[in-house]
């Protein structure tokens, strides 16, 4: 019994260990960054998740965000949001600057701390399309399973898996791919049931 009691008393101190490491003042992280734009794309959506919905997200569902980020921006713009490079992954799509940076400092846990010499989005366009997306995933309580599965329906996603099964190093969703597949009627009938019909 007085074993049981102290190993109770233990764990409790464990958890709360873990707690204040977690929930210390957050302190922005200072790392080389790449010179593309995806990372910057990435706080602004970081923290509107945090700020506007009080939402703390991990790497995966950021990730998959972001994929539809793209392709929204691709099909109704022509342009896409961010230049960095897109894969197939088995449980959807990954960008690998992404997975670099988040991965290696938090693992699967919330994004909380900000990074240091991000610019910020300015592109008042480019930012309304990102809170749209945003929005309509916190109004669906999409997570990251379900945006997961929504990916792999039949889009860029599938055609890049399947030939990384035979030619690994040939997983990369190009903005042409998604431009084709998103640009399409297929594609937009997607978008539209999924994203945007909910965010007008």
């Given at each position: 019994m007085?074993?049981k009691i102290f190993?109770f008393w233990?764990?409790?101190?464990?958890?709360v260990?873990?707690?204040?490491k977690?929930h210390r003042k957050a302190?922005?992280?200072?790392?080389p960054?790449?010179d593309?734009?995806?990372?910057?794309?990435?706080?602004?959506?970081?923290?509107?998740f945090?700020?506007?919905?009080?939402k703390?997200?991990?790497v995966?569902f950021?990730?998959?965000?972001m994929?539809f980020?793209?392709?929204?921006?691709?099909a109704?713009?022509?342009?896409?949001c961010?230049?960095g490079?897109i894969?197939?992954?088995?449980h959807?799509?990954?960008?690998p600057?992404?997975v670099d940076?988040?991965m290696?400092?938090?693992g699967?846990?919330p994004l909380?701390v900000p990074?240091k010499g991000?610019?910020?989005?300015?592109?008042?366009?480019?930012?309304?399309?990102i809170?749209r997306?945003?929005?309509v995933?916190?109004?669906q309580?999409?997570?990251f399973e379900?945006?997961?599965?929504?990916?792999?329906?039949?889009?860029?996603w599938s055609?890049a898996w399947?030939?990384?099964q035979q030619?690994p190093?040939?997983?990369?969703?190009?903005n042409?791919a998604?431009d084709?597949f998103?640009?399409?009627?297929k594609?937009?009938?997607q978008?539209?049931?999924?994203?945007l019909?909910?965010?007008?």
């Amino acid at each position: 019994m007085i074993k049981k009691i102290f190993n109770f008393w233990k764990r409790i101190k464990q958890l709360v260990t873990e707690f204040k490491k977690r929930h210390r003042k957050a302190r922005p992280v200072d790392l080389p960054l790449p010179d593309d734009n995806i990372l910057d794309v990435a706080e602004y959506c970081i923290n509107y998740f945090r700020n506007r919905h009080h939402k703390l997200i991990d790497v995966h569902f950021l990730m998959k965000v972001m994929y539809f980020i793209q392709a929204v921006s691709l099909a109704e713009r022509n342009r896409p949001c961010f230049s960095g490079e897109i894969v197939a992954a088995q449980h959807g799509p990954i960008m690998p600057a992404l997975v670099d940076l988040y991965m290696g400092i938090y693992g699967s846990f919330p994004l909380e701390v900000p990074i240091k010499g991000l610019r910020p989005v300015e592109d008042a366009e480019s930012k309304a399309l990102i809170e749209r997306i945003c929005d309509v995933c916190v109004e669906q309580n999409y997570d990251f399973e379900v945006l997961s599965l929504i990916s792999h329906m039949g889009t860029p996603w599938s055609r890049a898996w399947n030939i990384a099964q035979q030619q690994p190093d040939k997983n990369e969703i190009s903005n042409e791919a998604l431009d084709g597949f998103y640009g399409s009627e297929k594609g937009l009938e997607q978008l539209q049931h999924y994203m945007l019909a909910k965010a007008a």
